[in-house]
């Protein structure tokens, strides 16, 4: 790997399976990014234990919300891991919410991964989100800064 001179590689093996990745970290340079093993702050402390992971890739909607990714975050801060914010397919209020704590979490030294809002024809939020030169900016109104566009969502809203 390292003749790639890659900035990480992303979860190499099974979420589950610390010890593995503790191993490979061992063997490479390249750092070692843990995704899919960090979706709680409990899982933080137990790669943390491990040495199972270079960088942390934290994602919000993974984490079941900012405040847990944001202790998830302060527990690699305090661990000497840097994080990433990573997005799946979420839509704007997620990814606004991921704007939100980019800029309120200071160990985040990668680029992160924001792209959801670029993925969708429509919003389900009435301002687009600001994005210029690659940058996701967060809105600056107050709470998450957004307004639900109630039309889209009552139009793909499922009956249960």
């Not at 843990?34 to 199972?52: K, T």
């Not at 690659?134 to 109104?141: Q, V």
Request: contains cysteine; aromatic residues 4%; glycine residues 8%.
């Amino acid at each position: 790997m390292e003749e790639y001179d890659l900035q990480l590689v992303e979860q190499p093996l099974a979420a589950h399976d610390l010890a593995g990745h503790a191993e490979v970290r061992t063997a490479v340079s390249t750092r070692i990014g843990l995704d899919e093993s960090i979706q709680s702050p409990r899982d933080a402390i137990a790669a943390v234990q491990a040495r199972a992971g270079d960088v942390f890739n934290v994602y919000v909607s993974e984490s079941d919300g900012l405040l847990r990714a944001q202790q998830i975050i302060a527990i690699a801060e305090a661990a000497g891991i840097p994080c990433l914010i990573g997005t799946m397919g979420e839509l704007q209020i997620a990814s606004a919410a991921a704007a939100h704590l980019g800029v309120a979490c200071a160990n985040l030294p990668f680029t992160c991964d924001l792209v959801g809002p670029l993925r969708y024809d429509e919003s389900v939020i009435c301002e687009p989100l600001r994005i210029e030169d690659g940058l996701l900016y967060p809105p600056e109104a107050p709470g998450l800064g957004i307004t639900p566009n109630w039309d889209v969502i009552n139009r793909w809203r499922v009956q249960t």
